[in-house]
T-cell receptor, first 113, second 115 residues
Framework: DGGITQSPKYLFRKEGQNVTLSCEQN?????MYWYRQDPGQGLRLIYY???????QKGDIAEGYSVSREKKESFPLTVTSAQKNPTAFYLC????????????FGDGTRLSIL | SQQGEEDPQALSIQEGENATMNCSYK?????LQWYRQNSGRGLVHLIL?????REKHSGRLRVTLDTSKKSSSLLITASRAADTASYFC???????????????FGTGTRLLVSP
């Protein structure tokens, strides 16, 4: 079955540590996205990529970095510069263009030790 | 910034009843989408309605869109306990100078359907 796989499901970060969240899709989608969700809130866009080897900052990119070296993969690094990283992180993909739904993974919950 | 605002924030009903959730937004759109999120899971796309459409159906779901009032509603008929989830509306927002449309999500409605 096609879909999006996020790993790990739970992740703990120590102070001053960078951590990387994995996102892999086998839907052959061009566009991929990273969102942050805080309790009781909607989703906020961190980074997006319309095509391989290209990505753009979203609304809350500070303290995060991404890469898009392969169509299937869009890892997110939460750096030590992100002072409040505790949240639920969701990866999504879409065909791209207008009027297209996004397909989501099951998320990674990041907490601070 | 969040463009969509859902109302109510929480809704509790009995199985078999209908559930109606509303979404209001601020700027013009090309489409509006509804998603469902079960606790601790990712979002699942339910339905997309384009700005030139007024109503759309999918199974027990009925979505309406009123662009003059900048509002949409999601109706779930004959609800089931399995419909318990959070429901989000999302509107498209054009990113300047990119031709790329991102989705802007509301804060969601938490629906509880009791057996």
């Amino acid at each position: 079955d096609g879909g999006i796989t996020q790993s790990p499901k739970y992740l703990f970060r120590k102070e001053g540590q960078n951590v990387t969240l994995s996102c892999e899709q086998n839907l052959n989608h061009d566009a991929m996205y990273w969102y942050r969700q805080d309790p009781g809130q909607g989703l906020r866009l961190i980074y997006y990529s319309q095509i391989v080897n290209d990505f753009q900052k979203g609304d809350i990119a500070e303290g995060y970095s991404v890469s898009r070296e392969k169509k299937e993969s869009f890892p997110l690094t939460v750096t030590s510069a992100q002072k409040n990283p505790t949240a639920f992180y969701l990866c999504a993909s879409s065909i791209g263009g207008y009027h297209q739904p996004q397909h989501f993974g099951d998320g990674t919950r990041l907490s601070i030790l | 910034s969040q463009q969509g605002e859902e109302d109510p924030q929480a809704l509790s009903i009995q199985e078999g009843e209908n559930a109606t959730m509303n979404c209001s937004y601020k700027t013009s759109i090309n489409n509006l989408q509804w998603y469902r999120q079960n606790s601790g899971r990712g979002l699942v796309h339910l339905i997309l309605i384009r700005s030139n459409e007024r109503e759309k159906h999918s199974g027990r779901l009925r979505v309406t869109l009123d662009t003059s009032k900048k509002s949409s509603s999601l109706l779930i008929t004959a609800s089931r306990a399995a419909d318990t989830a959070s429901y989000f509306c999302a509107t498209d927002s054009l990113i300047m100078n990119t031709g790329f449309q991102k989705l802007v999500f509301g804060t969601g409605t938490r629906l509880l359907v009791s057996p």
